[in-house]
């Protein structure tokens, strides 16, 4: 087992995962988990591997689980965890559910392999490209010396993987944009964005699911609710969701009964 004195770090001994794993507290309530420094495929598998666990195998007192690009927060109530296990206590008397709380993370790291991944599901969304719908659509192909119908072909062509959803409720981070319509984000950010608006930010691809301010280069917009707060999940898509667009025109849209500026 890892070693701490004071809660700033753990660092699981893991075999066959030397070194690739830190656990660092957040605040007095919380535990990160940092499988990574970069964002992979591999580090993903790993982290939905670990909510995969933890989701079956809850520690007492565990109470949110944030996935990310290459870490975790795991989110507990520390009287809970004290009461459930054997409590750490610092000189002085003071009872720190910290150490606790990583020697569990610990132990759970080292069963992740054994975890069977969970079955990617593949949601399709349909977008209006272009048009009042997509202001930026013709930069993205200028910048790319592209026209904007082969921009369309390109980015609904491909297959896309939510690495993480942030930012807002429910805005997924796509990883898998082809490198071919990488485009950087906008100078100047719009203050408001239009809710289901489809954007590239250098080599990724998002949908904003709430009106809010951005910088994304906007190229459509899809009529779906990404974002439901009486749903439960909440969102329409998860981490690990396999993601296709489609193009519909914009009678197909609005027949949706979505409204265009």
């Known amino acids: 087992m890892g070693e701490t004195t004071d809660g700033r770090e753990f660092m699981p001994n893991i075999p066959g995962n030397p070194g690739s794993a830190r656990i660092v507290p957040l ?11 970069s964002i992979s495929l591999q580090i993903h598998y790993r982290v ?31 009287l809970a965890v004290l009461k459930a296990y054997p409590g750490y ?24 392999d054994d975890e069977p991944p969970p079955q990617p599901r593949t949601v399709r969304i349909p977008v209006y490209y272009g048009g009042e719908a997509g202001p930026d659509l013709e930069f993205v192909a200028e910048h790319n010396g592209l ?4 921009v369309i072909d390109i980015h609904s062509s491909a297959e ?33 964005i239009p809710a289901g608006s489809v954007g590239i930010a250098g080599d990724q691809t ?5 009106e ?12 779906l609710s990404l974002f439901k707060p009486e749903s439960v999940p909440p969102t329409l898509l998860q981490a690990g969701d396999t993601v296709r667009f489609y193009p519909i025109s914009r009678r197909e849209f609005m027949e949706w009964g979505e409204d265009l500026p």
């Open 27 to 37: 605040g007095d309530s919380a535990a990160v988990v940092i499988l990574g420094d």
């Open 48 to 78: 939905r591997a670990l909510c995969s666990y933890l989701e079956h195998h809850p520690f007492t007192g565990m109470a949110e689980l944030v996935p990310s690009f290459t870490s975790i927060a795991v989110y507990y109530d520390g």
């Open 89 to 112: 206590i610092r000189p002085g008397g003071e009872y720190y559910p910290f150490p606790v709380v990583a020697a569990l993370l610990e132990m759970m790291l080292s069963h992740i």
């Open 147 to 150: 026209l904007p119908q082969q």
């Open 160 to 192: 896309y993987l939510v690495y993480m959803l942030g930012f807002a409720p429910g805005f997924p981070y796509l990883g898998g944009l082809p490198s071919s319509i990488s485009t950087p984000r906008r100078l100047s950010p719009r203050v408001a």
């Open 206 to 210: 998002g949908v904003y699911p709430l």
């Open 212 to 223: 809010t301010p951005g910088g994304w280069q906007l190229i459509g917009r899809m009529p």
